[in-house]
């Protein structure tokens, strides 16, 4: 969790602010907004827990994603990942989770989540509308099944001074969807020159069940991170 | 929603256009293996001295519904409940005419257009076929455009005997298009597979050529179907081959087609305006069968198509369901019986089926 008045942003990850005691992520992509707030509650033991309470209003990326370039079925619609002849209706979803954590950065910092969300808005949603992509169909199905539950772990240590690694596993599962579970896993090597700049790169695994059967996706990753 | 939602899908997508354990487009060697089916039970066919064979661009079974991509509809993504119905209408179709080898062109396996059906196992499981040789022409787990999604379309030859060697061979990419749409685009190919019937074992050979090129693929494409009949034919093979050739027979007589294919939006042939519909005239290419039609026997021959042309019509664009043009043939390199072009299948698919029966020697 961010220091209170700490600030960090990557070139993809998002916006996020130590605040109150807690700390808040918010989306800087517009077409989805998405504002999420991190806070820390009682210890148990060895463990520091928080609790992560999120809102995600998709409706306008889901909107864009049938037309990314403005263009009309058949001229071709490029990059359009849901076709137009479908309505998007306007839909939000909220989610919840418990976090426990324990350790340190050097001697190894374990966490441990869980959680629920629930689609409102998603009745009107055509099933055709999903995409049928790793990542994507996961997070987005919380629309067309209503509920969304997730639980998953993560090791991040330190083995240098300026080197770490975060291991990292993600368990989705999508009751009453075509698709039913997907599992994630990455694996992140991260360089900090300072407490202003952080390089990350690495890898994701994510296997799950789509509307056409299972397929596993091993993906590259990279990003850099901004702090002040 | 769930942690990061940004943060995930950001990071993924970009990996996705980077790397992924499977290409995203599958490209194909120039030569390699069919892939093979055999439907859930089998029930064994001896020998015959006739195999009635059957083509049939199956428009991957939505019938006549308004798909966007082969015409002016406006759909996509078809309801797998009408993708049902028109299997199911194709099937009764196959089961009463009753093929022994069937060469289908698009047919879909777990396309999301099409409701993730794997139409070649349907086929084998509700038809009275035991096996199967598919050659897909567009395998891409996503399609970045009209929100087409995952896509496998191709060739499939059913058959009531074994099918073993079977092979898929790759025809020339349209040169007509620029490298990051060809990328995505069609690649057709030809599926030749040995048919094992008991003592008299012979060829079947499935193609669909490209429709919309405005060079010379589609002459390519001709070209190298007919080697491949002309290496069976070197080899002393008796082959029964077909499919949506998309092109018309040397004698036909109507040979522009921009007004029939054109869509509301569309204008050709108006005043100042002479420029032709992809895939709609076929003028400068009327040649381009002469070679199969010389050196092949054709199941509705030159003579019998000239004298009744508008009765062998196979195919007519979207929901017009009267017949306007030929493009799916029938070819053997011995000798064919009772030719027949299924215009009463006209509702089913926007091409019909050309049957005969072959005399096997």
New interface residues.
């Given amino acids: 969790m961010l220091e209170n008045g700490r600030y960090n942003i990557g070139l993809i990850l998002p916006f996020r602010m130590g605040v109150w005691g807690g700390e808040i992520s918010i989306n800087k992509f517009l077409l989805i907004p998405n504002i999420s707030y991190k806070y820390p509650i009682t210890r148990f033991g060895k463990w520091q827990r928080a609790a992560r309470y999120q809102i995600v209003y998709p409706t306008l990326a889901l909107r864009w994603f049938q037309s990314p370039l403005g263009m009309k079925l058949g001229e071709p619609d490029k990059f359009a990942l849901i076709s137009p002849e479908f309505h998007i209706p306007q839909m939000l979803s909220f989610y919840g989770e418990l976090i426990g954590s324990t350790g340190s950065n050097t001697t190894g910092l374990i966490t441990v989540y869980g959680g629920i969300g629930i689609g409102l808005g998603g009745k009107k949603l055509d099933s055709r509308t999903s995409i049928d992509l790793p990542g994507f169909y996961s997070r987005f199905s919380i629309y067309h099944n209503g509920i969304l539950v997730k639980a998953g772990g993560e090791y991040s240590r330190r083995f240098k001074e300026r080197w770490s690694y975060t291991m990292d596993y993600d368990m989705f599962i999508m009751p009453g969807g075509e698709g039913r579970y997907a599992f994630e896993h990455m694996g992140l090597l991260i360089w900090t020159k300072n407490n202003r700049f952080r390089l990350q790169f690495g890898y994701k695994l994510i296997a799950g069940e789509y509307p056409y059967g299972s397929q596993a996706h091993l993906l590259p990753l990279i990003d850099v991170q901004f702090g002040w | 929603?769930?942690?990061?939602?940004?943060?995930?899908?950001?990071?993924?997508?970009?990996?996705?256009m980077?790397?992924?354990?499977?290409p995203l487009v599958n490209e194909f060697n120039d030569v390699e293996n069919a892939v093979m089916y055999r439907a859930k039970s089998i029930a064994e066919a001896g020998a015959r001295d006739t195999v009635k064979v059957m083509t049939w661009n199956i428009r991957f079974g939505v019938a006549r519904l308004s798909f966007?991509?082969d015409g002016c509809g406006?759909?996509?993504?078809l309801?797998k409940s009408e993708v049902y119905e028109g299997l199911e209408g194709l099937a009764a179709k196959i089961k009463l005419e009753n093929p022994d080898i069937l060469l289908l062109q698009e047919v879909d396996v777990?396309s999301?257009k099409t409701g993730?059906i794997d139409q070649a196992q349907w086929f084998l499981d509700n038809t009275d076929f035991n096996y199967g040789a598919y050659g897909s022409m567009w395998e891409s787990?996503?399609i970045?455009?009209?929100?087409?999604?995952?896509v496998n379309t191709g060739n499939l030859i059913l058959s009531k005997w074994e099918l073993v060697n079977a092979e898929r061979y790759q025809l020339a990419l349209r040169g007509d298009q620029d490298g990051l749409t060809q990328y995505f685009y069609l690649r057709r190919n030809v599926i030749k597979a040995k048919v094992n019937m008991p003592g008299k074992p012979f060829y079947a050979v499935n193609t669909h050529l490209t429709a919309f090129a405005t060079d010379d693929t589609k002459q390519k494409h001709i070209d190298g179907f007919k080697s491949i009949l002309d290496g069976l034919l070197a080899e002393g093979k008796g082959f029964v081959a077909g499919g949506d050739l998309n092109e018309i027979p040397p004698n036909a007589l109507k040979l522009d087609y921009c007004l029939e294919d054109q869509c509301e939006s569309e204008s050709y042939h108006s005043e100042g305006k002479y420029e032709h519909k992809e895939g709609a005239y076929f003028a400068p290419e009327i040649t381009w069968l002469s070679p199969l039609y010389k050196t092949y026997r054709p199941a509705i021959s030159l003579n019998e198509y000239g004298t009744y042309e508008t009765k062998h019509f196979t195919h007519s664009p979207d929901d017009k369901l009267t017949l306007d043009r030929k493009l799916d043939y029938l070819w053997t390199n011995t000798k064919w019986l009772e030719g027949k072009t299924h215009q009463e299948a006209t509702t089913l698919s926007d091409h019909i089926p050309v049957s005969a029966k072959w005399v096997v020697k």
Avoid: E, T
């Fill in positions: 929603m769930v942690k990061h939602l940004i943060k995930n899908i950001s990071l993924i997508y970009l990996g996705l980077l790397y992924s354990c499977d966007f991509g406006d759909r996509v993504i309801k777990q999301k993730y787990q996503v970045l455009a009209d929100g087409l999604g995952r």
